[in-house]
Structure formats: C-alpha cells, structure tokens
C-alpha cells in the first residue's frame, strides 16, 4: 500500500471519527429574529402545573411535589410542520405549554438564581397519547410512550430574554381550526419557572441546550388529522403546525 492511500485512508477515517454508520444531526431550535439556533440537548416536561388541568384531569393542584417527565431531543418539531398522527393511540391530545430554555446548567439551583440559567422562551405543544397515558396511570406503568413519542413535541421560535424579559402573567392559548380551546395566563402555573429549575437541578444536573416544557392549562383535548393547531403565549412568537393522516 502506499503511503499516499495510507494518508487518504487515514483522513477518511477521521472525517467518519469511527462511528459504525453517520452521526445524526444535532437537533435544534430557530431563535427569533437570527440565524442562530440553539443546539437542544434533552427535553424535560413538568406535569400537572395548572391548577384548572389538574382538577379537569381528576386531581388536586396542592397534594403532590412536581411531576417531571422526559421526551427524546429527536422527538422536537418545529413550527410550521406537518406532524403525522401517531400509530397507536384513538385519543391523541393537544397540550400548550410555555416552553425554557437554558444555556447555563447547574446542579441545586436556588430558585433565587434559576432565571440567569435561561436563554430565552417559546411555546411548545406536547402532544400526548391520552388513551396510553390513562392506561399507564391506572397500571402503574410509565408515561415514555404516552408522552415521548416521535414528533411529540411542537415548538416555536425561541424568544431571547434579552428581547423580551421573562414572562409572567401572560396569556396563553391554544385554537384548533381557529376555534379557541385553551385559555388561561402564566401566573395560574402551581409551580413557577424559577421554582422548576430549582426543582429539577436538585434531581438531574441541569446542562446548556435543555429545554423545559412547564406544564399546561385546562381545555386539552383531542386532535384528528386534517385539523390546524394554532398557540400562542403574549409576546412570544405564535407556533403552528397541522395534524397530517399518518403512516397506514
Ligand atoms: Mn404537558
């Protein structure tokens, strides 16, 4: 062989750094008036953060500590998309959602000292298998494919904190095919976003490019293919996607 090819192998080699098939692409999130994008790293959820959602879904607002879930990074979706409706499940919901996101990490975070962790903020919509989610409940089992499933979670451009502050006694809302089924304002959330981060920092180490969807208000409800979703938090930009038929 000779020392030319070696070389060109070499390179080769180095180009591909040794994994067995291509690296996906990092996945992220467009910011609001630039070509940056933030680069996401996980997906955190609290559940149960509006007091109205918690009574609609049978609970009460004040008896339990936060609920935290996780979806995949590779599950993010942007505005503007088709999002196909997911296999199975006959009670696919909508779920409008003032969504963090962080570019400082941190382990035991004082909610004194959370919001210098936050970037910026959107609105995000998690999509949810609400037949598989009951299911889970009454089991016993976990959430992942009720709540992490592919595509499951929308969200807008991310506003910067340094154009618009932080939010907090917004509205925010949710329309299907432009009728109005969520409504309510960011200072009803049971759990604040300071105290979220304060909250999730003491059970995972918090890292830059993790976002957090911080729960969302009652009217959730389901979704077929064919109708548009339209939501949107005072302030922020507006996400829209479309329920599209998916695969047969
Ligand atoms: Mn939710």
């Given at each position: 062989?000779?020392?030319v090819f070696l070389q060109i192998a070499k390179y080769t080699a180095s180009m591909d750094t040794g994994y067995v098939f291509t690296p996906p692409a990092r996945v992220s999130a467009a910011v609001r008036h630039s070509d940056d994008r933030f680069p996401v790293r996980?997906?955190?959820c609290v559940g149960r953060n509006y007091a109205d959602h918690v009574r609609e879904m049978g609970g009460d607002p004040r008896s339990e500590p936060p609920i935290f879930f996780t979806k995949p990074a590779d599950a993010l979706v942007p505005g503007g998309s088709n999002v196909p409706y997911p296999?199975?499940?006959r009670n696919l919901h909508h779920e409008v959602e003032l969504v963090v996101a962080l570019h400082?990490?941190?382990t035991r975070i004082s909610a004194t000292s959370a919001l210098a962790h936050v970037y910026g903020y959107a609105v995000g919509n998690d999509?949810?298998?609400r037949d598989l989610q009951s299911q889970a409940r009454s089991r016993g089992q976990p959430w992942d494919m009720s709540k992490g499933f592919d595509?499951?979670?929308q969200i807008s451009q991310i506003t910067p904190v340094e154009r618009f502050g932080h939010p907090s006694s917004n509205a925010i809302w949710l329309k299907v095919n432009g009728e109005q089924r969520q409504h309510s304002t960011l200072d009803q959330m049971i759990w604040s976003v300071p105290e979220i981060i304060s909250g999730l920092s003491a059970l995972v180490e918090l890292q830059p490019g993790d976002l957090i969807y911080t729960g969302t208000p009652d009217g959730v409800g389901q979704l077929v293919p064919g109708d548009v979703v339209t939501a949107g938090i005072d302030g922020l930009?507006?996400?829209e996607f479309r329920i599209v038929a998916g695969p047969a």
């Open positions: 062989m000779s020392t996980r997906i955190f296999p199975g499940t400082r990490g941190g999509l949810t298998r595509a499951s979670a930009d507006e996400l």
